[in-house]
């Protein structure tokens, strides 16, 4: 193909001074449109502006490329932040100065036209770059066959898209459909932010689009997937869905653009490889659960969907069809007609998902399949109800329910909804006049609300919550069942306790698991139950890591669950066994708060996130568990003169972590305080006067004189004011110091106390004997040097670092993986790169509440990790390992009353 055409109409653009605008590019697009297959070019001015690209290639209803021009000969090796962000999640990107074209995926670059003596003149030999030109034009969307391939692409696109939302509704020209669709939401959801609406509306719109693909078909389709595609594939089960893609698509190019890239991407996604994927990855049968918590971790947005976990779904949902079959009578369980069913906090729709299977399979069990289109429009849907102020978690509820009614055999062929419903925590319907949004939305909101349920399923972040539901929505009369999940110290904590009055009043049969983090509650009252103290209670705990409770809860259900019957009583109501409760309430509350122990402590500097390398006026820095960083403290502080010989203990509520250098105020939560253990002459001020003697450099130990007494009596050992004594004759402030320190790690005593030290500062038991102290002390030690990693380079490490390229933490990772017959577990930080022979519970565990070997990587994501921070998460690894071995140690010790 000859190119003088567009060397003489670029050489015109050049003499006119035109290095990069609309007009140059037109002899660009022309050129293009020459080529074979007759590919149609966008030349929109908007589009860059928008962030986006310069120029958009459109072929067979797809968008398959995108054009970023510079000035005309400008350097291709240097890329200003558009074609960086761009050439991250676009997957075919052209760049060109107009003489020659690269492509950003493979770094191949042709010439097309040279530049001499300020001419424009063709290239000798221009085969290569039409070539290339050609291949750009061909190019088909990336073929995934991946679950996470395809989560990462949307996560991506998703956190694009999202910026391109906040852009655009921040900007002085916002897109007309787009800024009706702001104004109307806030005006129907009170207090919603730009960005969190973008938040919403960008997870809503890709979710739409990838849940569409899958409704779209497999490999028997033969017509690609586009963007129209996506209105008509929405269920009917969501008249607002529908809707809300109808108008999506009369957005202009400055955002509709990148939703058409994810159209693009979903083209050519093999949707039978991602199902099965899915399907060894696991044992969920519907895969847009599953692909929603994977593109969570890539896209990381403001807003997390509340989810449940699976096993945690089908042990409430078995719960109640067990108690509707075996209390109320009811055949069929939930897949009664009589039996109303709302879920409260719909989040993802992980509950509705078990629930419509758990309805299915009562139907196969009774042998009545052949009625299941029927059952569905006339008696399934009408009857269960779901409420929702989350749009993203409203859509892929929908989205999520569709697919599962799909796989079951249903025909869709009536218009009856799913009853899960847009509700705001506040607000009224918008007016609607001249608005077809405002009306979509005034629509939902107007849907019905059950009055009167005989189910109500949900999770709540406070006990008084899920009570105001229960007792507004349960027929008194007919009874009815509540399964919600609770905090996990509602059982006991002192601030619940009007709560668990009126439950106990309310509600004849409680059934209460009680895991370290959650209380799972069914709660049944009986068809004319009077309401008194009579009802019975039934208790059973699990405390266990969470993993290991899941998969308990996969093995087990209501009527497998060992109960033991409790009977509570006034004043208190605790819903724990009580036998040793109050002593061990009294029992804690006389141990020592640690601010009365150590006296004298600061909060963790403020300011911006801590450096990872260091400079000028910088000091070292715990910003993390084991992650040290660097910055300019901006507050004053006293002089704390931490080092390998003055550690100190952070504390932020139940949390406990020590160190040697100073630390971030969020090391540990909102607010960590850091407790030296000693003061020096220059903090005087600080501390009224010590009783104790000063050691080296005039330091005395920041510690209660009355807790030494008592401590030197029951021990029968002398104080010692510095260092360490000889635990037989003697101790010093560091003994003190390491016996604290592995009481409060103890999982027996966080067990122990959880109820009641998980909102407070600790408080320290006096040792039972010396045998006890002098043990714990010498495990605190270990258990210490651990974890400020003293003298950690000498350490063998346990852990290797495997794969090809790149040493780059990829979004979306971390991931922990498995493999049969290999030691241990496998941490990639990218696809091909991880850290190998790291068993499960070192990747699990949390020091300090945080879970440092994903948090670490986690917080690095997009860096190259270096030979240094190799070793050093390799060390992490270590300290971690032995500390297991310590914590086990501290426990054979340690004997709570």
């Known amino acids: 193909m000859d190119t003088s055409e567009?060397?003489?109409?670029?050489?015109?653009?050049?003499?006119?001074?035109?290095?990069?605008?609309?007009?140059?590019?037109?002899?660009?697009?022309?050129?293009?449109?020459?080529?074979?297959?007759?590919?149609?070019?966008?030349?929109?001015?908007?589009?860059?502006?928008?962030?986006?690209?310069?120029?958009?290639?459109?072929?067979?209803?797809?968008?398959?490329?995108?054009?970023?021009?510079?000035d005309i000969g400008a350097d291709l090796n240097t890329l200003d932040e558009r074609a960086k962000s761009l050439r991250a999640i676009l997957p075919n990107v052209l760049l060109t100065n107009y003489l020659d074209v690269r492509l950003l995926a493979t770094g191949q670059t042709a010439r097309l036209a040279t530049r001499r003596s300020g001419q424009i003149e063709p290239e000798r030999s221009t085969g290569d770059a039409l070539a290339l030109l050609r291949q750009f034009t061909l190019a088909a969307p990336p073929?995934?066959?991946?679950?996470?391939?395809?989560?990462?692409?949307?996560?991506?696109?998703?956190?694009?898209?999202?910026?391109?939302?906040?852009?655009?509704?921040?900007?002085?020209?916002?897109?007309?459909?787009?800024?009706?669709?702001?104004?109307?939401?806030?005006?129907?959801f009170a207090d919603i932010t730009p960005q969190q609406f973008a938040d919403q509306y960008a997870q809503a719109i890709i979710f739409g689009l990838v849940a569409a693909r899958m409704r779209h078909g497999g490999a028997g389709r033969q017509q690609p997937f586009t963007l129209r595609d996506a209105i008509w594939d929405q269920p009917s089960t969501s008249p607002f869905m529908r809707g809300l893609f109808q108008q999506v698509t009369q957005f202009d190019s400055r955002v509709l653009w990148i939703i058409e890239a994810m159209a693009t991407v979903l083209s050519g996604v093999d949707i039978d490889a991602v199902r099965a994927d899915f399907g060894r990855?696991?044992?969920?049968?519907?895969?847009?659960?599953?692909?929603?918590?994977?593109?969570?971790?890539?896209?990381?947005?403001?807003?997390?969907?509340r989810d449940m976990p699976e096993s945690l779904a089908i042990y409430l949902v078995s719960a109640v069809h067990e108690l509707l079959?075996?209390?109320?009578?009811?055949?069929?369980?939930?897949?009664?007609?009589?039996?109303?069913?709302?879920?409260?906090?719909?989040?993802?729709?992980?509950?509705?998902?078990?629930?419509?299977?758990?309805?299915?399979?009562?139907?196969?069990?009774?042998?009545?399949?052949?009625?299941?289109?029927?059952y569905v429009s006339e008696d399934l849907l009408p009857r269960i109800a779901g409420f929702e102020s989350s749009l993203a978690a409203y859509a892929i509820t929908h989205l999520k329910v569709s697919l599962q009614l799909s796989t079951t055999g249903y025909r869709f062929a009536s218009n009856q909804p799913l009853n899960v419903c847009l509700r705001p925590p506040a607000g009224i319907p918008p007016t609607s006049k001249d608005n077809p949004f405002a009306e979509l939305l005034r629509q939902e909101m107007r849907r019905p609300e059950p009055r009167l349920v005989q189910v109500l399923l949900g999770q709540f972040d406070d006990g008084q919550a899920a009570l105001d539901t229960a007792l507004r929505t349960i027929n008194a009369a007919e009874g009815g069942i509540a399964a919600l999940l609770l905090p996990g110290d509602f059982l006991d904590q002192p601030a619940f306790h009007p709560t668990r009055t009126l439950i106990l009043r309310f509600f004849s049969d409680l059934y209460l698991l009680r895991m370290p983090d959650v209380t799972i509650a069914i709660l049944l009252r009986r068809p004319n139950w009077q309401g008194s103290f009579a009802g019975r209670v039934y208790y059973s705990a699990r405390n266990d890591d969470t993993e290991t409770n899941l998969n308990w809860l996969s093995d087990h259900t209501l009527g497998s669950t060992s109960w033991q019957e409790l009977h509570p009583h006034e004043p208190d109501y605790l819903l724990v066994p009580s036998d040793n409760q109050a002593d061990r309430l009294s029992h804690y509350q006389q141990g020592w708060p640690i601010d009365e122990i150590m006296p004298v402590y600061s909060i963790g500097l403020e300011g911006e996130t801590p450096a990872f390398s260091s400079?000028?006026?910088?000091?070292?820095?715990?910003?993390?568990?084991?992650?040290?960083?660097?910055?300019?403290?901006?507050?004053?502080?006293?002089?704390?003169?931490?080092?390998?010989?003055?550690?100190?203990?952070c504390v932020n509520g139940g949390a406990v972590f020590c160190t040697t250098t100073l630390v971030h105020q969020h090391l540990l939560g909102e607010q960590t305080c850091l407790f030296p253990l000693y003061v020096y002459p220059d903090t005087t001020r600080l501390v009224t006067d010590s009783p104790f003697a000063p050691g080296e450099s005039g330091r005395r130990p920041n510690l209660n004189a009355n807790l030494i007494l008592r401590l030197?009596?029951?021990?029968?050992?002398?104080?010692?004011?510095?260092?360490?004594?000889?635990?037989?004759?003697?101790?010093?402030?560091?003994?003190?110091?390491?016996?604290?320190?592995?009481?409060f790690n103890s999982p027996a005593y966080r067990d122990h106390y959880a109820a009641f030290g998980n909102n407070e500062i600790p408080r320290l038991p006096l040792p039972d004997s010396a045998r006890q102290f002098r043990g714990l002390a010498r495990a605190g030690r270990d258990l210490a040097r651990l974890h400020v990693l003293y003298r950690a380079d000498n350490w063998p490490l346990v852990s290797g670092f495997h794969g090809p390229g790149t040493n780059r933490i990829d979004s979306g990772y971390p991931h922990y993986v498995e493999l049969a017959g290999e030691p241990g577990g496998r941490i990639y930080i990218n696809r091909e790169k991880f850290f190998s022979s790291v068993e499960r519970p070192l990747w699990n565990m949390n020091v300090g509440g945080v879970q440092v070997l994903r948090e670490w990587l986690t917080l690095r994501e997009g860096r190259l990790l270096g030979w240094r921070d190799l070793h050093e998460y390799q060390k992490i690894i270590v300290a971690l390992a032995r500390s297991l071995e310590v914590l086990n140690e501290i426990d054979e010790v340690y004997a709570p009353d």
Do not use: C
């Open 615 to 649: 400079h000028d006026h910088a000091v070292p820095v715990l910003y993390r568990p084991f992650d040290l960083r660097y910055m300019q403290p901006q507050q004053q502080l006293f002089n704390l003169r931490l080092h390998d010989d003055n550690i100190a203990l």
């Open 712 to 743: 030197a009596e029951m021990l029968d050992m002398t104080f010692v004011p510095d260092g360490r004594g000889d635990l037989k004759d003697s101790f010093g402030p560091l003994d003190v110091f390491h016996y604290l320190y592995a009481t």
């Open 143 to 188: 073929h995934l066959k991946s679950s996470l391939e395809l989560a990462h692409y949307s996560g991506t696109l998703t956190a694009r898209l999202r910026d391109v939302l906040i852009s655009n509704l921040t900007g002085d020209a916002p897109e007309r459909n787009l800024s009706t669709h702001w104004e109307t939401w806030r005006a129907a």
């Open 281 to 305: 990855r696991s044992r969920q049968e519907e895969p847009l659960g599953q692909l929603y918590i994977a593109f969570q971790a890539s896209y990381k947005g403001s807003q997390p969907i």
């Open 6 to 70: 567009y060397t003489r109409a670029l050489q015109r653009e050049y003499a006119a001074g035109h290095t990069n605008t609309y007009s140059t590019r037109q002899a660009l697009k022309s050129l293009i449109e020459r080529i074979e297959g007759k590919p149609h070019i966008e030349n929109d001015l908007t589009l860059a502006d928008a962030g986006g690209p310069d120029l958009v290639l459109h072929k067979g209803g797809l968008t398959t490329g995108y054009l970023l021009t510079t």
């Open 325 to 374: 079959h075996r209390r109320f009578k009811r055949v069929l369980g939930v897949a009664d007609e009589a039996v109303q069913i709302t879920n409260a906090a719909v989040g993802s729709g992980t509950l509705l998902f078990f629930l419509i299977q758990q309805i299915y399979d009562a139907l196969r069990q009774q042998q009545q399949l052949g009625a299941w289109d029927g």
